[in-house]
């Protein structure tokens, strides 16, 4: 396994072999969940979006576009704040429309 992961990182099937065999070691499903057929939990959410809210760099949303035109140290010295507005919903994709 090792030099499938290590040794010989080209042969693609070999590193797929390894995790799907590392997969089964676990108990790890590949399958993706068939989602319930029960629709009264949507009918409860609305879907509708309201415009979009003006934001402000001073509340903590940080833009995707002034990542981009981020220098490489900015970018470094500002990492953990972008990460964090990430993990917060505070990012806003303005390029990417995520």
Request: zero cysteines; hydrophobic letters at 35%; charged letters at 35%.
């Given at each position: 396994?090792?030099?499938?992961?290590?040794?010989?990182?080209?042969?693609?099937?070999?590193?797929?072999?390894?995790?799907?065999?590392?997969?089964?070691?676990?108990?790890?499903?590949?399958?993706?969940?068939?989602?319930?057929?029960?629709?009264?939990?949507?009918?409860?959410?609305?879907a509708?979006r309201?415009?979009?809210?003006?934001?402000?760099?001073?509340?903590?949303?940080?833009?995707?576009?002034?990542?981009?035109?981020?220098?490489i140290?900015?970018?470094?010295?500002?990492?953990?704040?972008?990460?964090?507005?990430?993990?917060?919903?505070?990012?806003?994709?303005?390029?990417?429309?995520?």
């Amino acid at each position: 396994m090792q030099d499938a992961l290590y040794e010989n990182i080209e042969d693609a099937k070999s590193v797929a072999r390894v995790i799907d065999l590392y997969k089964v070691d676990k108990g790890i499903s590949s399958k993706p969940k068939k989602p319930s057929s029960d629709k009264s939990a949507a009918t409860s959410v609305m879907a509708k979006r309201t415009a979009t809210p003006d934001y402000d760099e001073a509340a903590g949303y940080i833009r995707e576009s002034q990542v981009a035109k981020m220098s490489i140290k900015e970018y470094e010295k500002r990492m953990e704040e972008i990460m964090e507005a990430q993990r917060s919903g505070k990012f806003i994709y303005d390029i990417s429309k995520k």
